[in-house]
């Protein structure tokens, strides 16, 4: 077979090919099995390989690399219109295949085993705090309904936790303190391991050079400067800083037609736990902001006219903007002189 470009639909188990020669004829059409796929590439000629960017996508590409193939990722949403009527594992292994030969295609860059797993701990700290804020909610529902209600916070947990270590405190079951002490329990080993990772992140923090600068931007401290620098690999791929703006989804959607330009909503598109990062950084600068006002006036004239969060959002715009910037031409950054005042 003189394949010249493949799109390989990945799964779980069941992959799904389709193969086409320099002529764009079809010539494979199959499934393979896990098993099955590296030796299949290795049986093939050097050619193109198309994936979509999802799930071990990454993984396949650094193996298929190794073969000697040429594997472009795309994103998923852009492989979506070229895909004929119905959805099947078919239709989107020949459309993975039309999409990766189009030259306005927009493609991914392959991260490589360490980018990816610096990027590891942030992920499973996100989910051991999801999970924190679970166990909280329980342990503050069941304890509601014995009456005994603390205020939000810290402090109010702390009261509800003493309240379940004190056996002599009679609000409390026999049976009701010892399920709610599984939970607490549970709750301090989830806050144990969250600080353990922190502490792996700050260590990355302290030896990516990368990481230091970013930092220097108001409003990204050191989780979001060790997420950009772990998920934004090649910061040339961007042309410019609104670009990866846009990438992160801060900009507005579009619904544009007649020349008639009309914005909405941001359009909450790409990477939503960097895009949250920078979010709650922009809160705590605007709350700086509001602190004193004769040093951030740009912020202060747009909070006078324009409503908290969606000054948040545009002060977000303004950081990833900022952190492209410094990726891509050095330096760290530079707080603009303010006029002097007559």
Not at 121 to 146: C, G, K, W, Y
Not at 262 to 269: N, P, T
Not at 286 to 293: D, G, M, Y
Request: hydrophobic share 45%; aromatic share 4%; charged share 25%.
């Amino acid at each position: 077979m003189q394949v010249s470009t493949i799109g390989l639909d990945l799964a779980k188990n069941v992959f799904q090919v389709h193969g086409i020669d320099a002529n764009e004829k079809v010539v494979v059409r199959k499934q393979l099995r896990r098993s099955q796929v590296i030796a299949f590439f290795e049986a093939l000629p050097p050619c193109l390989v198309g994936l979509e960017a999802c799930a071990t996508a990454h993984h396949w590409a650094r193996e298929l690399r190794k073969l000697g193939h040429e594997v472009r990722l795309m994103p998923a949403k852009d492989v979506k219109a070229y895909v004929k009527r119905n959805k099947n594992d078919a239709a989107d292994a020949e459309a993975i295949c039309e999409a990766v030969r189009r030259p306005t295609m927009r493609f991914v860059t392959v991260k490589t085993m360490e980018q990816q797993g610096q990027l590891l701990p942030h992920r499973v700290r996100d989910q051991l705090m999801r999970q924190r804020t679970q166990l909280i909610n329980a342990l503050r529902s069941h304890m509601a309904e014995f009456g005994i209600v603390a205020a939000q916070g810290r402090e109010g947990l702390k009261e509800l936790l003493a309240i379940i270590a004190n056996a002599s405190d009679s609000r409390l079951s026999l049976d009701a303190r010892a399920s709610l002490m599984v939970l607490a329990a549970q709750l301090q080993a989830c806050q144990t391991l969250i600080g353990t990772l922190e502490k792996r992140i700050i260590r990355q923090h302290k030896s990516s050079d990368r990481s230091r600068r970013l930092e220097t931007v108001p409003g990204i401290g050191v989780i979001g400067a060790t997420a950009i620098d772990a998920t934004m690999t090649d910061p040339k791929a961007f042309r410019s800083g609104r670009d990866f703006a846009a990438w992160i989804g801060l900009v507005p959607r579009q619904d544009s037609t007649g020349g008639k330009p009309k914005l909405g909503r941001i359009s909450k598109q790409g990477d939503q736990y960097l895009r949250r990062i920078l979010v709650v950084g922009a809160h705590a600068v605007l709350r700086r902001a509001r602190q004193h006002p004769q040093k951030y006036p740009w912020l202060t004239a747009l909070l006078a006219r324009r409503p908290f969060k969606v000054v948040a959002v545009a002060l977000a715009n303004k950081m990833a903007r900022i952190a492209w910037a410094l990726l891509v031409k050095g330096g760290t950054y530079r707080r603009p002189q303010l006029a002097a005042t007559v």
